[in-house]
Nanobody, 115 residues
């Protein structure tokens, strides 16, 4: 079955960087557009970024554009999110998911941006 395992979260000061990774298994990773989602305390799950199957097309929510970079390695079945210039409002649990099915997301990784 679909398994997505996120890692790389942690505590970072404002302006810092983190790189999130997602290991995918149980499906043909290269044939699925993939997304990073996040959920802050008391807020709804929201889309952060999406990448096409081959990686040539990407989309970012306005608040992270220019600071976050999504990428994928289809040979290694991995999805990454490089996050630079982190802000306190980026604090959330981050998930990777198949773009067409957010319920496929894994257990998430906590990102806390605080001084």
């Amino acid at each position: 079955q679909v398994q997505l395992v996120e890692s790389g979260g942690g505590l970072v000061q404002p302006g810092g960087s983190l790189k999130l990774s997602c290991a995918a298994s149980g499906f043909t990773f290269s044939t699925y557009a993939m997304s990073w989602l996040r959920q802050a305390p008391g807020k709804s799950l929201e889309l952060v970024s999406t990448i096409s199957t081959g990686g040539s097309n990407t989309h970012y929510r306005e608040s992270v554009r220019g600071r976050f970079t999504i990428s994928r390695d289809n040979a290694k079945n991995t999805l990454t999110l490089q996050m630079n210039g982190l802000k306190t409002e980026d604090t959330a649990v981050y998930y990777c998911a198949q773009s067409s099915d957010w319920s496929s997301r894994g257990q998430g990784t906590q990102v806390t941006v605080s001084s």
